[in-house]
């Protein structure tokens, strides 16, 4: 007889093995155009016992977003932690998010498509508790009390994107202490405001690419323009 945690271990296995499976769904044929049968199929179980491990095709969708997520936040933790003013951490930030844009140009698509208003994720955000100042060695941060979601995939992503606002904040209120960020800065919304155009800058409609490209500008030389223009807003 199979023991408990040799079952457990194959539940896991199998698990893995859905989500890749998904995962390769998803980016080939985007999230629409996948139904829990297609998914199934390729698997090679049927739809009532993939169910077993999935509740919905939501769930199984933001199980794949969360391993993008997760690479996103590692990628930037890193780049962020090679480098010690203020400023350097705030532009490692964004250097870390262009790099997970072109690296990994699936996950960024899904992860825009998770964000995009498809999903309702005001059962979070409405839960969210926004805290100006707490003392947890950094002075300035933003945490939530709870984070109340059906699904756990869902919370995760959803507190790796607080996770990483968070090391906006603090890069910042570094740069305010250590002189290279304007202590005249408004730290959060600053902070917003650079998360905001970081995602953006990577997520445009083919209009203004269109646009930009007609002018000899891509994705790149666009990126650094609006460095240039962050790093003018941060002088005193």
């Known amino acids: ?52 491990y999935f509740d919905n095709k939501d769930s199984l969708f933001f199980a794949v977003v969360l391993r993008g997520a997760e690479i996103m936040k ?15 951490k705030i532009f490692a930030y964004r250097n870390a998010y262009f790099n997970f844009a072109l690296r990994y140009p699936d996950y960024l698509h899904i992860y825009n498509y998770f964000i995009s208003g498809r999903f309702n994720l005001t059962r979070i955000v409405d839960n969210l508790v926004m805290k100006d100042v707490i003392e947890r060695g950094r002075k ?63 997520n445009m409609p083919p209009d203004l690419v269109k646009t930009l490209e007609i002018r000899g500008i891509n994705s790149k030389k666009y990126f650094l323009d609006i460095n240039n223009l962050l790093n003018s807003l941060f002088k005193s």
């Open 140 to 202: 300035f941060a933003m945490f939530p009390a709870t984070m109340a979601s059906s699904d756990e995939n869902e919370r995760r992503i959803m507190e790796i994107r607080k996770d990483i606002l968070i090391l906006l904040i603090n890069s910042i209120k570094t740069g305010i202490e250590d002189g290279s960020v304007d202590k005249k800065i408004q730290i959060i919304e600053m902070a917003i405001l650079i998360k905001s155009m970081t995602e953006s800058s990577l």
């Open 1 to 52: 007889m199979m023991s408990l945690e040799r079952k457990e271990m194959k539940r896991k296995q199998k698990r893995e093995e859905i989500i890749s499976t998904a995962e390769r769904l998803f980016f080939s044929e985007g999230y629409d155009d996948v139904s829990m049968n297609d998914i199934a199929k390729d698997v090679g179980m049927s739809k009532a016992t993939l169910y077993l």
């Open 74 to 88: 590692s990628l930037i933790e890193k780049e962020i932690g090679t480098v010690e003013k203020g400023i350097d």
